[in-house]
């Protein structure tokens, strides 16, 4: 009876364990909003706090802090090339997508092409801004997928352990979400980002302890941005605004198969050992 009540109370706090993965989440309509800012800023500081920016010297590596991507630099190409925010300004994140590009809407306060309308004059009112001026999206596709790098390296494959993204005019539920991909392609997180029509959505995930993801997956809406390509009752167009994640560290090694077939063949050749050591004192 007491061992099941100690079986009970370690499977209790194995849930506890797990529970120590959160997910933040908040709308509002600008960057001042509380709403936004509020969660926001509490994933940031959760996530290692100060912004580590974009620091371009190699061989340069950083234990603690955070990255950010809030796409507004005047030398971002409205193409983005896929590995922009890994060798030219180096942040350790690369992109991947099964449209045929990504874009970034144009650099301008007041002309009708900013927030996309060069793509559709209608998403000018659809979208509005969490760092003006610029937005992020897909070319041709809702999907996305983020892999990291340890910043300053440009080739050293690395890992993160949480992640977050603005969204702006998320109008279905349960469709724009993130997951953080672990170790075989399983998801160790994932959630949607709440619905704000016009508005702005936020949402952020953090690992459990231990845990490390090797990409995220990114859904923005049902429906890719193209001209009048636009919202109805089933159909959502999502663009993005500012990224947020943790520090990408340097991934390490997973012993192959064969390198745990080799680790048990020690462990019983050690146990073995252990056997005949007690029965030769025994004896
Ligand atoms: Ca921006
Ligand atoms: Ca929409």
Known sequence: MKHTRSLLAAATAALALDTQAALFSGIGTGSSDTGLSTPVNDFKTAIGGANNGANNTLGTTLATGRREINWDAAALPVSMPADFFNTTSRRGAVFGTDGSGFQVSENSASSVTRKFGNVDAGYVAEFSLFSPQRLFAAVGSVNLEATFFQPNTTSQAATITAFGAIFADVDLANTT???????????????????????????????????VATSVRITSGNLALGPGNIDDPTHDVVAMDDFFYSEPQALTAVPEPQEWAALAGGACLLLGVARKLRRDTQA
């Open 177 to 211: 979400k993130l997951e953080l991909i672990g170790a075989g392609g399983v998801v160790l997180a994932s959630g949607f980002a709440p619905v704000n029509n016009q508005g702005l959505s936020f949402l952020g995930l953090t690992l459990d302890p231990g845990q």
